[in-house]
């Protein structure tokens, strides 16, 4: 089967995606705006042929395609990195191939139509409204009320995410999202939040993964010094959970999706209810399907190629572990110049750790406030929840990267 690959490498774990699907059996094409030559090589040497071609031009894609498809048949599509879906779907349309149409990607994106699709499943979302203006912000925020979040309507993750307490702080958020050309208005969850991942073949789930974030994304994104936790979740039949599992399969049914990766937020509160957060077509980012295969010991890039390529899993993917990530932010500014405290929690919980990955001495801190993995990733697991939450907390507490 010849599938076409959109942004091949890029983000970097793209290029494992990629790797997998020729692992399976795929002719895989790749299409992206990367220069052949600073493609990762895992995906350069996955691919049988590379457009290079800006993925900002539709136009220009499908030419370089429908060029292509004069001496290879396109068969599939795929693309996992948020901003092209729509152009992967519009690619599908005009060659006439499965998977995700415009309209139903539409909604995966736009995160008002995204709940408006779930509002008439009947599903909980937290009330809300688009607004393209300041005028509509501010008459939005009179029908919702406070507290509430403003975010971009096709953003990723929590860039330019705020939470408004009241309208003066609304009036010194509003200049911030001058360049964001629509947002959400939303009612403010208070409650635990969560992740409902899947992998889909023929609308049926092949597995699922539950995430648990310490503290909110929300929180992570406004304050440095702490250093954010995720917890892919051995046991997903608790109790606390089976709400929003459920709820999870009922909107992945609501949106018409069936084969591919889906990332699911959703919010746990204090009296049980299960509220909608979003959802995109898509793995998540931060490292998570990292943390899925040290949870289940396993390979979900290899599992996501088979259920797209072949609607089935060779194996099934089993969750063995709790498995928790530790996104550290060095202290101070520049190049990082120390580490400290990692020794004794090796000493500590060695047989436990994973994965260690931090920025070496000299090397130039990262932007915090752009990426959640910041200036370095640890990864613990364990069969039993509780000694997670405990070295996930000591590892954000006593390990320490200093910048200078």
């Known amino acids: 089967m010849n599938v076409?690959?959109?942004?091949?490498?890029?983000?970097?774990?793209?290029?494992?995606?990629?790797?997998?699907?020729?692992?399976?059996g795929a002719t895989v094409i790749g299409v992206g705006d990367q220069p052949p030559s600073e493609l990762p090589a895992a995906a350069r040497d996955a691919l049988a042929h590379y457009e290079h071609v800006s993925l900002a031009d539709d136009d220009a894609v499908l030419a370089a395609l429908h060029g292509l498809a004069r001496n290879a048949r396109i068969e599939q599509v795929e693309c996992l990195w948020e901003p092209y879906m729509v152009l992967?779907?519009?690619i599908?349309?005009?060659f006439g191939l499965p998977g995700l149409t415009v309209a139903q990607t539409v909604p995966f994106r736009d995160k008002e139509r995204m709940k408006q699709a779930i509002d008439a499943a009947g599903i909980r979302t937290p009330r809300h409204a688009a607004a393209t203006s300041v005028h509509g912000v501010w008459e939005a925020a009179e029908r919702i009320g406070y507290p509430m979040i403003v975010k971009p309507i096709a953003g990723a993750g929590s860039a330019d995410t705020y939470r408004i307490?009241?309208?003066e702080e609304l009036s010194t958020v509003l200049p911030l999202l001058r360049h964001v050309a629509e947002v959400s208005v939303e009612e403010f969850i208070d409650g635990e939040e969560f992740t409902y991942d899947t992998i889909c073949a023929n609308g049926s789930v092949l597995f699922e993964n539950m995430l648990w974030y310490r503290p909110r994304p929300l929180q992570m994104k406004q304050h440095e010094w702490i250093s954010p936790v995720s917890i892919s979740l051995r046991d997903l039949e608790v109790p606390d959970l089976r709400a929003g599992r459920e709820m999870g399969a009922a909107v992945?049914?609501?949106?018409?999706?069936?084969?591919?990766?889906?990332h699911m937020e959703w919010y746990r509160k204090d009296d049980g209810e299960a509220v909608f957060g979003e959802i995109g077509a898509?793995?998540?980012?931060?490292?998570?399907a990292d943390l899925m295969n040290y949870a289940t010991a396993g390979d979900v890039y290899v599992a996501w190629a088979e259920a797209v390529v072949h609607g089935r899993l060779s194996r099934p993917l089993e969750r063995r572990y709790n498995a928790g990530a530790v996104f550290k932010r060095a202290r101070g500014a520049g190049a990082i110049t120390r580490v400290e405290g990692l020794e004794k929690l090796l000493t500590e919980y060695g047989d436990a750790v994973a994965m260690i990955d931090l920025l070496p001495v000299g090397a130039q801190r990262r932007d915090w406030q752009a990426t959640v993995t910041s200036d370095g990733t640890v990864i613990v697991r364990h069969t039993e929840l509780q000694p997670v939450i405990e070295m996930t907390e000591r590892f954000a507490a006593d390990l320490q990267l200093y910048a200078g």
């Open 282 to 288: 898509r793995v998540a980012g931060a490292r998570v």
């Open 252 to 262: 992945i049914a609501a949106l018409g999706f069936t084969t591919g990766f889906t």
């Open 165 to 167: 307490d009241g309208p």
């Open 92 to 94: 599908r349309e005009s």
């Open 88 to 90: 992967a779907a519009r």
């Open 4 to 24: 076409v690959m959109l942004s091949p490498g890029y983000p970097a774990e793209m290029a494992y995606f990629t790797r997998a699907l020729a692992a399976v």
